[in-house]
């Protein structure tokens, strides 16, 4: 019995050790898909008053906790706090990101978190996470009408791309050069701007909407170089998706491009030319909401040569099936717009697990051994010690399934050419009216989640 306490004693000293992260009942005993799982609910149901509702504190830290706050004000309309929210997250991941050595506290944060289980551990988000930190920070500076401090957020929206492409640039050309040996076509969008042409594997890591809407800034901003060079990006992610040939097109003419422009048009055809009595509207529509990760277990028996042994559980997060809801479609004017895809997040999202996986993996590996290791020195041949440590294990071992859950599935774009004036925008049977005068664009940006949308618009001026 004195083994016992000891190991009673053992356990709660790691806990004490992970005190500064995110101890807790609920990451000690459950994962963060079932402690979020009323706020993905009400999100995923378009019922977006309800989700700020069930919105927890101190689930998972000062980072992920904002994510989710930022994105679920932002759908409901609070400008303010959603901004507010994004801002504190953005300055929680600079903390991390300025820490020159790993601190003493976070040590004992990993110490506890391998004793117990990876929950504990400060949560760090993926690079498609911080592309997105950005990119959400920016449109509310855009429905504020700051424009330069939405370019700031794209600017450094952009070196998050960058250093996500250079960190799995050999993946990437091993990608690109497996397409070669298939004999495909190549990407043009791939060879103007120098990037792999990688197909899926791409946009896998890239996020074709953040460049777009980087684009898009840039050109109404004035500043065609940049546009420029943020559609061929987007271009090489997404070849196929018109509004970004559009945009590339346009602003390869009014650069004057001339090579550039000779190569585009032979592969796309020329661009829509904005004639008298003409305005432009273009849509950036996000669908549903990102999978959530699920938790896997096994129990795993471990002996030693004398035949004493413990239950270990092992427990995994996964992806399960992805299965996209369908929507109506939009119309404009009557005409029914097309889905042209910008933005799988399910995949992005898929692939930072698969990269993930490796040492998830290993940590795992470890954490048997380290709780094998506290057993012995206080267990081994004590049966209620034993019977203690395994209900314990069985309890605390969770998978670690924490993600920005509140992004969307898949997000959608449409350039259209529409005689000026006042426009119609029909979203699930939901009329919403817009004016856009001759020679301009309009940008129309909506969030669609179960029977329910978020929709504004911002004039963009003469693109």
């Known amino acids: 019995m004195n083994k016992a306490i000891r190991l009673i004693v053992l356990v709660v000293s790691s806990l004490q050790l992970a005190a500064c992260a995110n101890l807790s009942a609920g990451n000690l005993f459950s994962h963060y898909s079932a402690q979020n799982q009323d706020v993905y609910q009400a999100v995923k149901q378009g019922n977006y008053a309800g989700a700020e509702q069930e919105l927890p504190d101190e689930i998972a830290g000062d980072i992920l906790d904002n994510f989710e706050k930022g994105r679920v004000y932002l759908l409901n309309d609070d400008d303010k706090q959603s901004l507010a929210a994004l801002t504190l997250g953005d300055q929680a991941v600079r903390r991390e990101q300025d820490r ?18 990876d929950n504990l551990k400060l949560y760090y988000p993926a690079d498609y996470e911080l592309g997105f930190l950005h990119l959400y920070l920016g449109l509310n500076y855009v429905k504020d009408n700051k424009l330069d401090d939405a370019l700031v957020e794209m600017r450094r929206a952009n070196q998050v791309q960058e250093r996500a492409k250079a960190e799995r ?3 990437l050309e091993a990608a690109q050069s497996e397409m070669q040996a298939q004999g495909l076509n190549a990407n043009l969008g791939a060879v103007l701007s120098r990037y792999p042409d990688a197909g899926k594997k791409l946009q896998a890591v890239q996020n074709a909407y953040l460049m777009y809407l980087s684009a898009l800034l840039y050109e109404a901003d004035g500043d065609l170089n940049g546009a420029y060079v943020d559609y061929r990006r987007a271009l090489a992610v997404m070849p196929d998706n018109q509004a970004v040939i559009d945009g590339t097109l346009r602003v390869a003419r009014r650069l004057g491009m001339a090579e550039d422009l000779r190569l585009l048009q032979s592969r796309y055809g020329k661009e829509q030319a904005m004639q008298a009595g003409k305005a ?7 669908q549903d909401i990102v999978e959530a990760k699920q938790g896997w277990k096994l129990s795993l028996p471990l ?17 399960p099936t992805t299965s996209y809801v369908s929507f109506s479609p939009l119309k404009l004017n ?6 042209e895809l910008l933005t799988d997040v399910n995949l992005m999202a898929q692939q930072d ?6 040492n998830l993996v290993i940590r795992q590996a470890l954490r048997v051994v380290a709780k094998d290791r506290i057993r012995k020195e206080t267990a081994s041949k004590d049966d209620v010690g034993n019977l203690l440590f395994n209900v314990w294990n069985t309890l605390t071992e969770q998978p ?40 301009n664009t309009v940008l129309i940006w909506l969030s669609r989640q179960g029977n329910n949308a978020t929709v504004w618009h911002k004039q963009l001026g003469r693109l």
């Open 334 to 339: 009557q005409q029914v717009l097309p889905n």
């Open 303 to 319: 002996y030693d040569s004398r035949g004493n042994g413990a239950v270990y559980s092992v427990a995994l997060p996964y992806y």
């Open 169 to 171: 640039e050999k993946s």
């Open 100 to 117: 020159a050595t790993v601190s003493i506290s976070e040590t004992a944060t990993n110490i506890g978190s391998l004793a117990v289980n």
């Open 400 to 439: 670690d399934t924490r993600s920005w859950q509140t992004l969307p599935a898949r997000v959608y774009s449409n350039s259209v050419l529409v005689e000026a004036g006042q426009q119609n925008l029909m979203i699930g049977g939901q009329p919403y009216q817009f004016n856009v005068s001759q020679g």
């Open 353 to 358: 697990l698969t990269e993930r996986m490796p």
């Open 280 to 286: 432009r509207v273009i849509v950036i529509q996000e």
